[in-house]
């Protein structure tokens, strides 16, 4: 449990936990009693009837701090003198955390691999002779529906749509009823079925109902994105709540050099080592599939992530009573915006520019903490101040990701119109779909080298390369992949037989290696780095603690805001009008990353603050039965310990 907890069995925790404290303090004056004049906080429970509330002693920071370091046996008392001068580094990372990195891996190469083939799929017809899909010519390009590539562009940038919209869904399900490990096991079984079902649609005495087997198909993508979405809104959430310490603590090294802690490191390191696990497993799906389509059929590039897929289930189970799992905490979405509401009360203004300024005034927040309220306050604010500041850090974290749908239109290209691109030029026998693998192979040698040598670098020589610049850094090198395909695509028209009517036909491929695709690929690798990660990375750690799912939902729903951009631009996704295409996007996310910037040059100015809040008290019906749930297996505990 972080933090006291007020207000019945909270209370009188609270009350233990405090004598506790003053035991540990000298008293002022030796046999004097002397009265507690700290300040006083009415706290109700929701959902209980009717309401009764009553004044108990509000902890300062320091106090809570100095309670969780009695409880966590580690040193949370960091100055801002220690934070000017000790080293920081990340806390050591839990076998539960690698257990949950290998379902990761798994998910994502079942996802990559399958979503891999589903281009020249939709977008080709089967190749003469062929049952599967697959071909019998080296230049040949694979396929079956025969639908053209708008119509297959369209298809799987919904497919992304709708993989990335369903994260809202499942992480408010987390949050509020079944918890993460919960959500992610509901996940793994619907994926599952979305699964079977591509299979079948790809099977060849189903494909030759071409109209039945696309039914089928579509079936499985609606399917398939909702087990997704459960999935990937919890599983980066899960994963770095094994981490114990969640804010910066004092450390003494064997060589006794007194560090920090730091959480914020801490963080970096588990994405950077969740998302090469990430690209792993999409290296493995994204390499093998196009080669099982292209030389056996699209059963087979169906059938091996299924079966990888399955791998998920005995980690999961077989680990079920070892990971931490923080539960649901019921309506906090409600209280939230319940919360956003009643600060927003006298700042409503027709002009969006005097709106934004009303929200960023420095008393914004600090208005509707319920010690600055009193018994003003509402029945629903079953809380105290350090929440507000919990929910003040988690919507500056909504508001970060407000650019982003820019940056995945530009990303969104290495599943559709850069596959496409890849079918017009030379492959040599190779799958078109094969160059898309430069993207995770850059991105593991990447990772470790900015994780062991740039960023280290970097703090060696004082430079504070935050996550927000970070961030801005891949908004540029994002646009920098579209002007190498605008290039590219250019120099396609001018050397295709067929001119700006270049395609996958026989006769009208450029001469051009389809290895010259490395650039976009590359850079979109490296674009990743800095910006997918750090959106991991900070939607985590700037979220409440029992709303981290549905902020990392937040902050996956902005890709399907990029899809859904992207849908707009389905009319440049044609000959001729391509070279427009990726000149538009890579000027999109130029102008984004330039005014990313601009808008957020100031939020890094609060990164340790912000890091470092103490534990908020929050207080639901759903977390009073959990805590009566705690006392009497602590019961237990403790009888069982006794002698017979």
């Given at each position: 449990m972080d933090g006291a907890m007020f207000g019945g069995y909270g209370a009188a925790k609270a009350d233990e936990a405090g004598m506790k404290h003053h035991e540990m303090m000298p008293p002022r004056v030796s046999g004097l009693h002397h009265e507690d004049r700290?300040?006083?906080?009415?706290?109700?429970?929701?959902?209980?009837?009717?309401?009764?509330?009553?004044?108990?002693?509000?902890?300062?920071?320091?106090?809570?701090?100095?309670?969780?370091?009695?409880?966590?046996?580690?040193?949370?008392?960091?100055?801002?003198?220690?934070?000017?001068?000790?080293?920081?580094?990340?806390?050591?990372?839990?076998?539960?955390?690698?257990?949950?990195?290998?379902?990761?891996?798994?998910e994502r190469f079942s996802y990559y691999g399958t979503t891999q083939v589903f281009q020249n799929m939709i977008q080709n017809p089967l190749p003469a002779g062929s049952t599967t899909g697959r071909t019998f010519h080296p230049d040949d390009v694979a396929g079956v529906y025969g639908k053209g590539q708008q119509a297959a562009t369209g298809i799987t940038t919904f497919n992304t749509f709708w993989v990335y919209v369903n994260?809202?869904?499942?992480?408010?399900?987390?949050?509020?009823?079944?918890?993460?490990?919960?959500?992610i096991c509901l996940g793994v079984g619907i994926a599952i079925v979305g699964h079977i079902l591509f299979i079948i649609s790809a099977v060849p005495s189903v494909i030759k109902?071409?109209?039945?087997?696309?039914?089928?198909?579509?079936?499985?993508?609606?399917?398939?994105?909702?087990g997704t979405g459960f999935f990937k809104s919890t599983v980066s959430v899960l994963i770095a709540e094994q981490i114990k310490a969640k804010r910066q603590y004092i450390?003494?090294?064997?060589?006794?050099?007194?560090?920090?802690?730091?959480?914020?490191?801490?963080?970096?390191?588990?994405?950077?080592?969740?998302?090469?696990?990430?690209?792993?497993?999409?290296?493995?799906?994204?390499?093998?599939?196009?080669?099982?389509?292209?030389?056996?059929?699209?059963?087979?590039?169906?059938?091996?992530?299924?079966?990888?897929?399955?791998?998920?289930?005995?980690?999961?189970?077989?680990?079920?009573?070892?990971?931490v799992k923080n539960p649901p905490a019921g309506s906090v979405l409600s209280n939230a915006l319940k919360l956003l509401g009643l600060a927003m009360k006298g700042r409503y203004s027709l002009n969006p520019i005097a709106m934004v300024h009303n929200m960023r005034a420095p008393d914004f927040w600090e208005n509707v903490k319920p010690s600055k309220l009193g018994a003003m306050k509402p029945n629903w604010m079953t809380f105290d101040d350090q929440w507000v500041e919990e929910v003040r850090r988690g919507f500056k974290a909504c508001y970060v990701f407000l650019l982003f749908p820019f940056y995945w239109l530009v990303y969104n290209q290495i599943s559709g119109n850069l596959v496409s691109q890849g079918g017009t030029m030379k492959l040599g026998g190779v799958p078109n779909e094969i160059p898309q693998n430069l993207d995770p192979l850059g991105i593991l040698i990447l990772v470790p080298f900015f994780e062991f040598v740039v960023y280290p670098g970097f703090r060696r020589m004082g430079i504070n390369f935050t996550a927000l610049k970070k961030i801005f850094c891949g908004f540029i090198v994002a646009s920098m992949s579209m002007v190498w395909a605008a290039v590219l695509q250019h120099y396609i028209y001018t050397t295709s037989p067929c001119g700006t009517n270049a395609s996958s036909d026989t006769g009208c491929q450029s001469p051009i290696s389809v290895w010259v695709q490395v650039g976009p690929y590359v850079l979109i690798g490296l674009s990743e780095l800095f910006a997918s990660v750090i959106s991991l990375e900070y939607a985590y750690t700037k979220a409440p603690k029992n709303m981290r799912s549905l902020v990392m939902g937040v902050g996956l729903f902005t890709n399907a805001i990029g899809s859904a951009i992207q849908q707009a631009f389905l009319p440049l996704a044609t000959n001729p009008l391509l070279v427009w295409m990726y000149t538009t996007f890579a000027c999109i996310s130029f102008a984004a990353g330039i005014l990313f910037g601009f808008l957020y040059r100031g939020i890094d100015k609060e990164e340790d603050y912000l890091n470092n809040l103490a534990s908020a008290d929050y207080h639901s019906k759903r977390s009073s039965q959990h805590e009566e749930w705690d006392m009497h297996n602590a019961d237990h505990a403790s009888n069982d310990e006794k002698p017979n």
């Open positions: 700290r300040p006083t906080q009415e706290i109700s429970r929701a959902d209980e009837g009717p309401i009764k509330s009553e004044k108990v002693p509000v902890p300062d920071v320091q106090e809570k701090l100095a309670l969780e370091s009695e409880e966590d046996g580690l040193d949370y008392n960091v100055t801002d003198e220690d934070r000017a001068t000790l080293r920081r580094v990340a806390a050591p990372m839990p076998w539960t955390a690698f257990l949950i990195g290998i379902c990761e891996l798994a994260p809202l869904i499942g992480g408010y399900i987390a949050d509020t009823y079944l918890g993460r490990f919960n959500t109902d071409l109209n039945g087997a696309f039914a089928c198909f579509i079936i499985g993508v609606i399917i398939n994105g909702v450390q003494v090294t064997k060589k006794g050099e007194r560090v920090i802690v730091d959480p914020t490191a801490t963080a970096a390191r588990l994405y950077d080592f969740f998302y090469l696990l990430i690209n792993i497993g999409a290296l493995g799906g994204q390499i093998a599939m196009p080669f099982a389509e292209k030389y056996v059929g699209y059963w087979l590039a169906y059938t091996i992530p299924t079966i990888v897929f399955l791998i998920c289930v005995p980690v999961l189970y077989f680990a079920r009573n070892k990971y």
